[in-house]
């Protein structure tokens, strides 16, 4: 497990939208703990029994005063208009907040780059933007990610393998196909599908590297990009000894230099960023490339029965 647990009390800025508010009750259903929202102008309202607050100073101090909680248990989920999701995370941030999970997407690059940066300054970690979030299945869960609770539950289970995706909808499907065959998860996150994120599959790894509870992981990966190759590199340089199994989805973009794809947002011009380029440079790293869905849970297997 990384990134949070069950002691991790959530706060959602921008409780007070539809979608806030939709996936405020999945998480509540499934057991996350979410104390407070925020939504600025709105404070005194509830949503589903969440209290909401005007600004995030506030739900912290009132949080921490009715359970006697410390600012480090503290996991910010951002759902707001991208216009505003800058000033958003930089208030959490202010205020000590070391999780920001965003799934806000269409945010303005060069305002995606100054939250990572201060993120950064601050030692914070951010995920996404565009995430649908992170789960550590029967613990917590954070974000949109899997849908309602029952959902969850039955694509999710506890377990060794540990799941890092571009795609949140893919994050679901591979953990579901592991869970279908008894291979259990450790902590699945959807880093987002913008091409600027928080934190990549390079970012991630280490963290699955210290966890005494991940076996290995599995990466689904799209064109454009180069976390994948840098990752690759990391793995050579650092001898990583932790397997892991990835599949690149959407191969046919190889033949279409040039031509924008999917909610990526990423352009391949050349090799760099290709699928091709990311699966050679895998090989060469000795990461165990899937060449379909289908082949994930043997080439798990392959390592988890050794």
Same mark, same amino acid.
């Not at 780059?113 to 993120?119: D, G, H, K, L, P």
């Not at 933007?129 to 954070?142: A, M, V």
């Not at 949140?168 to 091409?195: F, K, R, Y």
């Given at each position: 497990?990384?990134?949070?647990?069950?002691?991790?009390?959530?706060?959602?800025?921008?409780?007070?939208?539809?979608?806030?508010?939709?996936?405020?009750?999945?998480?509540?259903?499934?057991?996350?703990?979410?104390?407070?929202?925020?939504?600025?102008?709105?404070?005194?309202?509830?949503?589903?029994?969440?209290?909401?607050?005007?600004?995030?100073?506030?739900?912290?101090?009132?949080?921490?005063?009715?359970?006697?909680?410390?600012?480090?248990?503290?996991?910010?989920?951002?759902?707001?208009?991208?216009?505003?999701?800058?000033?958003?995370?930089?208030?959490?941030?202010?205020?000590?907040?070391?999780?920001?999970?965003?799934?806000?997407?269409?945010?303005?690059?060069? +305002?995606?780059?100054?939250?990572?940066?201060?993120?950064?300054?601050?030692?914070?970690?951010?995920?996404?933007?565009?995430?649908?979030?992170?789960?550590?299945?029967?613990?917590?869960?954070?974000?949109?990610?899997?849908?309602?609770?029952? +959902?969850?539950?039955?694509?999710?289970?506890?377990?060794?393998?540990?799941?890092?995706?571009?795609?949140?909808?893919?994050?679901?499907?591979?953990?579901?196909?592991?869970?279908?065959?008894?291979?259990?998860?450790?902590?699945?996150?959807?880093?987002?599908?913008?091409?600027?994120?928080?934190?990549?599959?390079?970012?991630?790894?280490?963290?699955?590297?210290?966890?005494?509870?991940?076996?290995?992981?599995?990466?689904?990966?799209?064109?454009?990009?180069?976390?994948?190759?840098?990752?690759?590199?990391?793995?050579?340089?650092?001898?990583?000894?932790?397997?892991?199994?990835?599949?690149?989805?959407?191969?046919?973009? +190889?033949?279409?230099?040039?031509?924008?794809?999917?909610?990526?947002?990423?352009?391949?011009?050349?090799?760099?960023?290709?699928?091709?380029?990311?699966?050679?440079?895998?090989?060469?790293?000795?990461?165990?490339?899937?060449?379909?869905?289908?082949?994930?849970?043997?080439?798990?297997?392959?390592?988890?029965?050794?």
């Amino acid at each position: 497990m990384i990134l949070a647990d069950e002691n991790t009390r959530l706060i959602v800025q921008g409780i007070t939208g539809r979608e806030a508010a939709t996936f405020t009750k999945n998480l509540l259903d499934y057991g996350s703990k979410v104390v407070a929202g925020v939504t600025p102008g709105k404070g005194g309202l509830e949503v589903y029994g969440v209290p909401v607050y005007d600004t995030v100073q506030e739900a912290l101090e009132r949080s921490e005063q009715r359970e006697n909680l410390k600012r480090t248990q503290f996991a910010s989920i951002i759902s707001v208009p991208p216009s505003v999701a800058k000033s958003a995370a930089f208030e959490a941030l202010d205020h000590d907040i070391k999780l920001l999970v965003i799934v806000t997407e269409r945010i303005p690059r060069r +305002d995606v780059i100054e939250m990572v940066e201060y993120a950064e300054e601050k030692r914070a970690r951010i995920i996404g933007p565009n995430s649908l979030g992170l789960i550590s299945p029967h613990r917590i869960k954070i974000g949109m990610i899997g849908g309602p609770a029952e +959902d969850v539950r039955k694509a999710y289970s506890p377990g060794p393998i540990g799941v890092m995706s571009r795609s949140g909808g893919m994050t679901t499907e591979i953990a579901n196909l592991l869970t279908l065959h008894g291979i259990g998860q450790s902590t699945c996150v959807s880093i987002g599908g913008d091409p600027v994120v928080g934190s990549n599959f390079l970012d991630l790894l280490p963290l699955f590297e210290k966890d005494p509870e991940t076996r290995g992981v599995v990466i689904f990966c799209e064109p454009g990009g180069t976390a994948e190759e840098r990752l690759a590199e990391y793995v050579l340089e650092h001898r990583v000894s932790l397997p892991i199994v990835a599949f690149v989805a959407g191969r046919f973009a +190889d033949e279409m230099p040039g031509v924008r794809f999917g909610h990526a947002a990423v352009i391949v011009e050349g090799t760099k960023g290709s699928t091709r380029s990311k699966i050679e440079k895998f090989k060469e790293a000795g990461i165990l490339v899937a060449e379909h869905l289908s082949e994930i849970v043997p080439l798990v297997r392959s390592f988890l029965d050794s």
